[in-house]
């Protein structure tokens, strides 16, 4: 079975800096999809970013960044200019193939500070 | 708007009554999953449908009974729940291929 850890409960960063979420999985498989969702306080689970694990290449979208280390099984997050937006429980997700079940981290309190 | 509803946003509900969560999703897509999110927890995966068949129960107590009548709607029908089952409830759908789950705005349940 899947698991999915992130090893960081609670996190704060000033605004403007930038932070990094940790996050690490077991699979024994090859091909999935590795993600990172937000959850602000209205409760609505939003995608951040997506990564195929066949890809080498770290996705990127706009502030938000990943490093993806297959032979680690390390999936972390990197927020620059971190805004006070920002602040929300991130999750990080495992998703074996389209249709399965994505397996969440436990979730990362993300507090961003003026 | 991710394009998957849920409602009611918020319920409150005796131990004896029944009550049913709805969510609802135009999207195309033809797997829909329910989450139940309690505090300090990770979420836990209650029920997979995919293509409006069962595909797993993950022990989930008999008090919570889905229903995926067509591949755009699943229901979570509750009856006679404990204090324990409050939680936030969460309807995601995927599609084949696509490997992203988009959520709704889950469901409040405050079991009294």
Redesign the interface.
Same mark, same amino acid.
Not at chain 1, 42 to 47: D, F, K, N, P, Y
């Given at each position: 079975a899947q698991t999915v850890t992130q090893s960081q409960p609670e996190m704060s960063v000033q605004e403007a800096e930038t932070v990094t979420l940790s996050c690490t999985y077991d699979t024994s498989e090859s091909n999935y999809?590795l @993600?990172w969702?937000k959850q602000p306080p %209205?409760?609505?689970?939003? =995608?951040v970013i997506?990564q195929?694990a066949y890809k080498q290449q770290n996705a990127t979208e706009n502030r938000f960044s990943v490093n993806f280390q297959k032979a680690a099984k390390s999936f972390s997050l990197k927020i620059s200019d971190s805004q006070l937006g920002d602040t929300a429980m991130y @999750?990080c997700?495992f998703?074996y %193939?389209?249709?399965t079940? =994505?397996? @969440?981290?436990?979730?990362t309190r993300l507090s961003v500070i003026a | 708007e991710t394009g998957v509803t849920q409602t009611p946003r918020h319920l409150v509900m005796g131990m004896t009554n029944k009550k049913s969560l709805k969510c609802e999703q135009h999207l195309g897509h033809n797997a829909m999953y329910w989450y139940k999110q309690s505090a300090k927890k990770p979420l836990e995966l209650m029920f997979v449908y995919s293509l409006e068949e069962r595909v797993e129960n993950n022990s989930v107590p008999s008090r919570f009974s889905p229903e995926c009548p067509n591949s755009s709607h699943l229901f979570l029908h509750l009856h006679t729940l404990q204090p324990e089952d409050s939680a936030l409830y969460l309807c995601a759908s995927t599609s084949r291929g696509e490997g992203e789950a988009f959520f709704g705005q889950g469901t409040r349940l405050t079991v009294v």
């Open positions: 999809y @993600f969702y %209205s409760r609505q689970m939003i =995608l997506r195929e @999750f997700a998703m %193939s389209g249709n079940p =994505l397996v @969440f981290g436990k979730g | -």
